[in-house]
């Protein structure tokens, strides 16, 4: 598996905000999004949502907040992750964000930011719509969005309707779900007085999610009536655990998940966090000891194998990375960034004959997430090494766009597509990213 890596939310605000000035980072990986996946799919399903089209993303941010910005993505910002207690109370925080989905309010509240601001457009991260989509439909380039002070507040602050109708909607999906719906009012009792302090010193989620006794009354009301009871759910409270953990391993200091971690607990969730945080100190060979054991353990987890191919990865043990990530991709194909970390792992090898092995696995992770910058970048460097310049200057050029660095991207696409076969896939892909950083460039 690859790293907790930080991509960015390109700001895409046009006349309202700047867009290269402020960035949020991602926190990606794999094994995270999969269990937040699980978690989130019997409440899409109880939505009437596609749990094969959502996706739940996870933003870099310590303090507390979750937001919708269209009708297929969730963020979470790693903050409030780490806030909440249980499974529940994270389904809570999700069904609430689905509520906004379905009820229509991301709709309204984009024609309202387009009426305040005469917004010309707003970029996505992950939602697969090019800034250069022609009339064929064509799409090379996925645009991140980020956004930030008042213009966050118009786009993701909702009012108190709006969030009283997003607590009916999001009770009944819980209760659907098999979710007991008290989760939700304990979910905001975390934030309860918040109301009463100046907004610099609120919560984001307070601050967006504006709560009121009326709210909180009704909210009781909706939970005491519930027939769900408060039994916990097995298979949900180890999924919340393992992300949890995870993340928590990553982003805090390894010296507090060593305390945290018994060094007598084999289970699991344990011998991943313990490899994480010796991986990071950096003790390489007790961290890959450890994740030897999990993997041993538990040989047809992919996620598990692909952190395993991470450390060895970054432990500069090439060959037995390579072989991890083939496990993991064995396990799990369709994984995007399983297959990146295999291409990965492969450059590093530096065997030539493999070159061609990297290239197939990166292209197959772009394929799934063309808005991958990391994998980008890589494959310019597989197909520069490989001889392949036109190529390698498009994938660069590709991934200075998913970085905002337009004015350095359009030399490089106009190179790629002098040197790539006119009406070819590779040349078509050079022509939308020269007209989204000619489009932009032009505005500035």
């Known amino acids: 598996m690859r790293a907790l890596v930080r991509t960015c939310l390109i700001a895409l605000l046009c006349a309202a905000v700047p867009w290269a000035a402020f960035a949020k980072g991602l926190l990606r990986d794999p094994d995270i999004e999969y269990a937040l996946g699980r978690l989130a799919s019997p409440l899409f399903t109880a939505a009437g949502l596609s749990a094969s089209r959502m996706r739940i993303v996870v933003v870099d941010d310590d303090e507390p907040n979750a937001f919708v910005v269209d009708n297929q993505h969730i963020f979470i910002h790693s903050g409030l992750i780490l806030r909440l207690k249980s499974a529940s109370e994270l389904q809570a925080v999700l069904a609430h964000e689905i509520a906004h989905i379905t009820g229509g309010h991301i709709a309204r509240r984009a024609a309202n930011s387009r009426a305040a601001s005469q917004a010309a457009m707003i970029g996505m991260m992950l939602s697969g719509v090019a800034i250069a989509a022609g009339a064929d439909g064509r799409a090379a380039t996925g645009v991140a969005l980020g956004v930030a002070g008042s213009a966050q507040r118009v786009l993701f602050g909702h009012t108190r309707a709006e969030e009283s109708s997003a607590d009916q909607t999001g009770i009944r999906i819980m209760a659907r779900a098999g979710v007991p719906p008290q989760a939700m009012l ?259």
């Open 186 to 444: 304990d979910v905001l009792e975390l934030f309860r007085g918040q109301e009463v302090l100046a907004e610099s010193r609120q919560d984001p989620y307070a601050r967006t999610h504006p709560l009121s006794r009326d709210r909180l009354r009704a909210l009781r009301g909706y939970a005491a009536a519930s027939k769900v009871t408060s039994n916990r759910d097995a298979e949900a409270d180890y999924w919340y655990a393992r992300a949890r953990g995870k993340l928590e391993a990553f982003i805090r200091p390894p010296s507090a998940t060593l305390r945290k971690v018994k060094a007598s607990d084999a289970s699991d969730i344990a011998l991943m966090r313990r490899a994480v945080a010796l991986h990071r100190i950096p003790k390489p060979k007790e961290a890959i000891a450890t994740i030897n054991t999990l993997v041993a353990k538990r040989p047809k987890d992919p996620y598990f194998a692909e952190l395993q191919g991470q450390i060895l990865l970054e432990s500069r043990q090439f060959s037995a990375a390579v072989a991890a990530y083939r496990r993991a991709a064995q396990l799990a194909p369709r994984e995007a960034q399983i297959q990146s970390g295999l291409g990965r792992a492969l450059l590093a090898t530096g065997d030539k004959g493999a070159l061609g092995s990297a290239i197939k696995a990166l292209e197959a992770a772009r394929a799934r997430e063309p808005w991958d910058p990391t994998t980008l970048r890589h494959l310019a460097s597989a197909y520069a090494q490989s001889g392949n310049e036109g190529m390698a200057t498009l994938n660069a050029a590709e991934a200075h766009v998913l970085r905002g660095d337009f004015a350095a991207a359009l030399p490089l696409a106009k190179r790629a597509g002098a040197a790539l076969g006119h009406a070819s896939v590779g040349w078509n892909r050079a022509q939308d990213v020269i007209d989204a950083c000619e489009r932009v460039l032009n505005r500035k």
